[in-house]
């Protein structure tokens, strides 16, 4: 049984950081496809980040150059480093699993991805 398991969200002022982990059981995470996704208040659920088992890495653009994704293959958990945040990254975060990745073309799409976590909340305030 897969499970996917998130923490680190929380309340945060404009320009600050946080880290965001998602613990993986049942699933090896340097194996699979992994990634983050996020849904906002008025908004649906977008791609973030995602990180394959080759090391190839997609990342939106409205987080380029602020956010930082990258996985530990001892402890089997994927960690999203968010600096710089904005009040638009408030949201749910999601993370994202995919042991088959061989025929997935587009990282950041949520119908390329089976498992999913149940979130955790990120508030960033002005």
């Known amino acids: ?58 990342v939106a653009d409205s987080v380029k150059g602020r956010f930082i994704i990258s996985k530990d293959d001892v402890e089997n958990t994927l960690y999203l480093q968010m600096s710089m945040l904005k009040p638009e990254d408030t949201g749910a975060y999601f993370c994202a699993a995919e042991p088959d990745s061989d025929y997935v073309i587009n990282l950041l799409e949520e119908y390329e991805y089976k498992y999913w976590g149940q979130g955790t909340q990120v508030t960033v305030s002005s």
């Open 1 to 58: 049984q897969v499970q996917l398991v998130e923490s680190g969200g929380g309340s945060v002022q404009a320009g600050g950081s946080l880290t965001l982990s998602c613990a993986a059981s049942g699933l090896t995470v340097g194996t699979s496809l992994m990634a983050w996704f996020r849904q906002g208040p008025h908004t649906e659920r977008e791609g973030v980040a995602a990180l394959d088992s080759d090391g190839t890495r997609r």
